[in-house]
């Protein structure tokens, strides 16, 4: 237990001073940490690798650091599960499960977050018929706020489970995740441009075709950027870029090129759209392949700002359409592409893709280029098809209008006050989206 600076998130979008910081190596620490501050009358928020663009992991009391409390401590090969300890980042755990002949079956594109942090905020990939991460989990084990410890399964406290994989970390601290794998596998890739509207007329049929489908638009203009990703037979042989061309076009140019170029855009806004225009044009045909985690994560050094909802799979054509008008009418120009992703309908209470096929569309713009009218417009907009918002991206619902997207928001709000009556695990964020 250690005093601490302020803590910043990722993105510079969130900070905090906590008055009093756990950094917990054990199970029996993580229950002294939760004693401790339910004696002190504070609340304890767990801070994860901090990348939520949210205030979500904010701890202005006492803030519990899972960074030492890492690593697999459980492994059921024929079951093809394991569990792992909280704290453990989705980079590591790709690693491990590496060694073990193992892999998730489907993650989203960043690896740096914890595995408690990703699941509790529902973070996903894309995929028409494949769940978020959360989707994967076969249990969880916490700690609630009287320090019990309990598991949760699909038939160990089953209401507990459905609620705590997306918990948003109000339910207690999770320490440990037992996760559903399968046999490692190689992802064929192919990145290619294309036309905002060609890909919207095929989008079914290409969400259909492949494992893996999104893509990128450029926002002021036609252009975009798709990648389909699709499993190999077992037994295929990888064969990935270069580690050459991976240098050039990764480290080179979407990191420090484009990074050099966001900052000249910011300082000169007038350059942005036909600078844009340049950068969508330039993009070209990538294939290769690699095992699948490389497939799926990308690094980012380039920061941002994001907004991210879900939408009913149905309405995404009609969303972008409108977004599409918006864009032209903005005074700032965006300097980022927009995300599009799909989702299989799940069974989680707060999962955005709760009892609905969904798409995820994602807007960004460069940190410290103007950004607030952009995303008041997409918010406008899809809050009009009925969006639910990624709790780890930045959004401004609140609970009564949550309540009203998610049919299950009261049942997880009673299960909340069955565990946590005095709001241990809340702070400002929970407060504004799951009410206090």
Known sequence: MVNMATWTNWAGTAAATPLVTHRPRSLEGIVAAVRAARTEGHRLRALGSGHSFTEIAVADEHAIDLSRFTGITGIDLPARQVTVRAGTTLSALNRALDALGLALINMGDIDKQTVSGAISTGTHGTGARLGGLATQVAALELVLADASVVTCSATERPDLFAAARIGLGALGIISSVTLRCVPAFVLAAQEAPDRLDNV?????????????????????????????????????????????????????????????????????????????????ASVSARNYSDVSHRVFVTDRDVKFVECEYAVARESLVDVLTELRSAVARLSDPIAFPVEVRVAAADDIWLSTAYCRDSAYIAVHQFQGMPYRKFFAIFEAIVNEAGGRPHWGKMHTLDAETLRTRYPRFDDFGKLRAEVDPTGLFGNSYTDRVLGR
């Open 200 to 280: 919207l007329t095929h989008l079914d049929e290409a969400t259909a075709a492949h494992d893996h489908f999104e893509f990128f638009w450029f926002p002021h203009g036609q252009n975009v950027l798709t990648k389909r990703n699709d499993r190999l037979p077992d037994g295929t042989a990888p064969r990935p870029l270069s580690h050459h061309r991976q240098y050039i076009e990764y480290e080179l140019v979407e990191n420090r090129l484009f990074g050099a170029l966001c900052r000249l855009e910011r300082a000169v806004p007038r350059l942005v759209r036909p600078m844009q225009r340049v950068i969508a």
